[in-house]
Nanobody, 115 residues
Framework: VQLVESGGGLVQPGGSLTLSCAAS????????MTWYRQAPGKERELVAS????????YYADSVKGRFTISRDNAKNTVYLQMNSLKPPDTAVYYC?????????WGQGTQVTVSS
């Protein structure tokens, strides 16, 4: 089982990034997918989640209207489009796969929002 995040980096305030999480080793289309983030000294927090079919999404209030979660079950990949980034969005971003019985985590990708 692997979840590999990519797309992080350094971006100026107001900029955009798209994170990807490529999955392998499990039936991706049977799992809900969630993006979390963890800033230094803070607890890990849920950012956005999407159902296994993509028909249902949820966003934390802090990112609603700026971030969009999507998935491509044919490519076993979930995305997080992040617009209007702010310095408080700086964190390590993780993807998580969830079924009724199992959870899998990726290793994370760093996003830094700074001028």
């Amino acid at each position: 089982v692997q979840l590999v995040e990519s797309g992080g980096g350094l971006v100026q305030p107001g900029g955009s990034l798209t994170l990807s999480c490529a999955a392998s080793g499990f039936p991706f289309s049977s799992y809900a997918m969630t993006w979390y983030r963890q800033a230094p000294g803070k607890e890990r927090e849920l950012v956005a989640s999407i159902s296994n079919t993509g028909g249902s999404t949820y966003y934390a209030d802090s990112v609603k209207g700026r971030f969009t979660i999507s998935r491509d079950n044919a490519k076993n990949t979930v995305y997080l489009q992040m617009n209007s980034l702010k310095p408080p969005d700086t964190a390590v971003y993780y993807c998580k796969a969830t079924s009724s019985y199992l959870n899998y985590w990726g290793q994370g990708t760093q996003v830094t929002v700074s001028s």
